[in-house]
Structure formats: structure tokens, C-alpha cells
């Protein structure tokens, strides 16, 4: 059916297609501080302007795993392409709040599109082993994108060139998976025929389920809330906020990249209750240290998170097998709205610590340290509750079978 597929031309465009995602993610978090500054906005305006990205995420993203069999892969590539080129625009020529809220929404929607069709695609070019070994390739891109980003911000930023010249950048992947994906002939879907949509939603409502769908809003914002926010609570730390990030993600990357042996000896709930523990340790340290140790505790960090996201979505696809594509659709949609909504809170949390610190007499650099200490106490509450969740999903699923390695289908 695939035979006179050119699957090296459209796995290298989604991988292309996730790396543009990744520099929406790591540049933008790069030009924050410009941004306000530029714009004269508070933290909690550049919070709902950060919610955009994770608001646009979940939303195409659903709507395309529905469609995609009637819509087609090449056709939702197409729409993640117009999507991804207006949000980059508009925010180049941004004139205000109002059209960085709209433009960021667009390059949101742009970036679950390629979830949407990239995801299946993969599986329907490969099968059995080749299958899991392409899609944890196309997956590696996500972190590893995001360290590319943060270091060619970092360089950018300390070159001072402004965040327009930045955002430039990002439509660099986007050309160049366009350019891959044009003209070519896309994989047929393979529609699935063995469980019924009814078995779907009958799934999502069950206690495995519905305790995924809790932890999930939770493991996603304690990933990415000190990643999207690093360049301002960490900004005034003796440490390079930016390069904290690359390594961070760097550090993601090569541990997705050994998944496999971790998840098989640790089983899914073991690697979900370590990764709480370490990330718990992580964010609060972050709280405490200054200077060159920041960087010791990125990597404690990283490796906290690292599993988070494939193994909740792998963990769904394991437990709540009845809840297929769809569940594994929604779980994924779940961390990406929760991040959405928690983006403008961990904005006023940085506002109110600002405020506090000042009446108590704290000014500039120092103030703005205090400030985002404080702030990554706060968000260290994420994984202290999934440490208390996880113990419980521990024991509940002990007499469980065994886990095997589930590849991860989303980041």
C-alpha cells in the first residue's frame, strides 16, 4: 500500500515540523523578559500570552487525531503550515497584547496539527520494531529543539539582537518541512477497526482513567512551567537562565533516547513515582541555589521529567487499552490545557512576589531573585502532590502485569 512512499522525505519534515514546535517553545521562552519590557506587560499578561501556546495545542491537536482519517495527514500539514507561518508573523509585527494573545493562539494550533498528523503518519509508514524505533527519533526532536532554540537565543540575546530577528529563526524549520512535505504523496491511514468509538468514551470514564487524567494535568505543568518561565525566575540567579534550559533539555533528550532498559526495570508506576521525587528535589532547589550549582540541579531536574509525558501516554495505551487513540489523544490534550490555565497564575505569582519583596524593602536584582525563588516554591508544590499520587498508583496497580516498554507517541 505504501510502497512508492518517500518516507525518508516525510519523516525528516516532521521531524523539521516538531523542531519548529520546539523553537516556539525555548525562543519565545528566550524573549519573554524582551517582550514585557518592549510592550510594557506585567507577568500575568505574559502568562495568558504563554496560555496560548498551550491552549492552541490541545485543542488542534484533538480535533485532528478525529479528523484525520477523513481530513488526511498531507491536508492537516497544510493547515499547520499557514497556522505556524501566521502566529510567527503576527508576532513579528505584533503591535500590542491583543495580537501576541492571536498570534501565539495560531502558532499553538499549528503546533498540535503536527501532533495530529505526524503521530500516525509515522505509524502507518513503519510497522513492528521500525515502527517504535522512528517514532522515539521524531520524538527526540522535541527536547533536542528546544536546547537548539534556548542556545541560538542565548547567542542572539547576548549578540543583542532583538526578539524579531529571533522569531525570524523559527520560520527557518518551517520552510524546510514545507519544502519536504510538498508534492509528495502522503501514507493511507490505516482506519482501526478493532475497538469501537463507544468502547472509547466508555473507557475514558474509567478510575484508571480519570486518575491518569488528574496526574496528567499535573506531571505536564511541572515540566513545562519552570521551562516556559526560566528566563525570568532564573534571570537574576548568578546563572545562565538560558543555557539551564538547553541543558535541561539536552539532559531530556538522552534519557528518552535509553528509555527503554529504565521503564523495564523500574515498571511504568516505579519511573512515574522516581521522576515525582526528582523533579519535587529539582524545582525547589532551584528555589535556593545561585550560580554555577544551578546547572548540577538542571540535570536533577531533567531527569525528573524526562519520562513524564511518554510514560503517562504510554501508561494510558498500557492500563486503559479500551480508551485507544482517543484516550491517548485526550491524556496529551489534558497536560497541554492544564499548562494553558496554570501559565497566567504562575504570572501573578511572580507579580504578587514581586510586590511582597518590595514592601519588605528588596530592589532591583535582588528583588527580582527573591521573586522568582519564591515563585519556584510555589511550583514545587506540582510534584510534591504527584509523589503522594504516584505511592497510590504504586500500590494500586502492584499486582498489575508487568509493564513492558510502551513507545511514547507524544512528548
Given amino acids: ?23 516556539t517553545f525555548s525562543i519565545r521562552a528566550g524573549i ?6 518592549d510592550f510594557g506587560l506585567s507577568a500575568s499578561q505574559l502568562g495568558f500570552i504563554n496560555s496560548m501556546w498551550f491552549l492552541g495545542f490541545p485543542i488542534s491537536m484533538i480535533i485532528g487525531g478525529i479528523v484525520y482519517h477523513s481530513f488526511g495527514a498531507k491536508n492537516i500539514m497544510r493547515v499547520a503550515f499557514v497556522a505556524h507561518t501566521l502566529g510567527i508573523l503576527l508576532t513579528i509585527y505584533a503591535g500590542g497584547y491583543t495580537t501576541l494573545l492571536i498570534s501565539t493562539l495560531f502558532i499553538g494550533f499549528g503546533n498540535g496539527c503536527t501532533e495530529a498528523a505526524c503521530n500516525p503518519m509515522i505509524a502507518d509508514m513503519y510497522s513492528g520494531v521500525k515502527m517504535n524505533k522512528m517514532l522515539n527519533r521524531f520524538h527526540m526532536w522535541f527536547p533536542g529543539g528546544i536546547m537548539l532554540g534556548a542556545i541560538i537565543s542565548n547567542v542572539m540575546t547576548t549578540m543583542n539582537l532583538g526578539w524579531e530577528a529571533q522569531m525570524w529563526i523559527t520560520m527557518v524549520p518551517t520552510v524546510i518541512y514545507a519544502v519536504l512535505f510538498y508534492g509528495k504523496a502522503f501514507p493511507k491511514a490505516k ?23 488528574v496526574c496528567m494535568s499535573l506531571t505536564a505543568i511541572s515540566e513545562f512551567g519552570p521551562q516556559q518561565w526560566v528566563n525570568i525566575v532564573l534571570a537574576n540567579s548568578g546563572a545562565n537562565a538560558m543555557i539551564i534550559l538547553a541543558l535541561t533539555t539536552g539532559v531530556m533528550a538522552v534519557a528518552r533516547f535509553f528509555a ?5 526495570k523500574l515498571g511504568q508506576t516505579g519511573v512515574l513515582l522516581a521522576g515525582s521525587i526528582l523533579a519535587t528535589i529539582g524545582i525547589y532547589l532551584f528555589s535556593m541555589v545561585t550560580g554555577g550549582i544551578a546547572y548540577f540541579v538542571a540535570i536533577i531536574f531533567a531527569l525528573g521529567v524526562a519520562y513524564f509525558w511518554p510514560v503517562m501516554v504510554g501508561a494510558v495505551a498500557q492500563r486503559v ?24 497564575i504562575i504570572g501573578g505569582w511572580i507579580d504578587s512576589s514581586r510586590e511582597t519583596m518590595r514592601a519588605e524593602g528588596f530592589s532591583g536584582d535582588e528583588l527580582e531573585l527573591m521573586a522568582g ?7 514545587a ?12 498508583f504504586f500500590f494500586w496497580q502492584k499486582n498489575s502485569k508487568k509493564t513492558e516498554m510502551v513507545s511514547p507517541v507524544s512528548h
Fill in 1 to 23: 500500500m505504501n510502497e512508492n512512499i518517500n518516507k525518508s522525505a516525510l519523516f525528516n519534515g516532521s521531524c523539521f515540523a516538531l523542531i519548529t514546535t520546539a523553537f
Fill in 260 to 264: 527503554g532498559p529504565v521503564v523495564e
Fill in 381 to 392: 508544590l506540582f510534584p510534591a502532590i504527584l509523589i503522594v499520587l504516584f505511592i497510590i
Fill in 32 to 37: 519573554l523578559p524582551q517582550l514585557g519590557e
Fill in 321 to 344: 487499552p479500551l480508551s485507544g487513540a482517543l484516550g491517548m489523544s485526550i491524556i496529551g490534550g489534558v497536560g497541554m490545557f492544564s499548562t494553558a490555565i496554570w501559565q497566567p
Fill in 191 to 213: 482506519v482501526e477497526g478493532a475497538t469501537s468509538l463507544g468502547n472509547n468514551f466508555k473507557a475514558l470514564f474509567s478510575p484508571v482513567f480519570l486518575f491518569l487524567f
Fill in 373 to 379: 525563588q519564591e515563585t519556584l516554591q510555589n511550583m
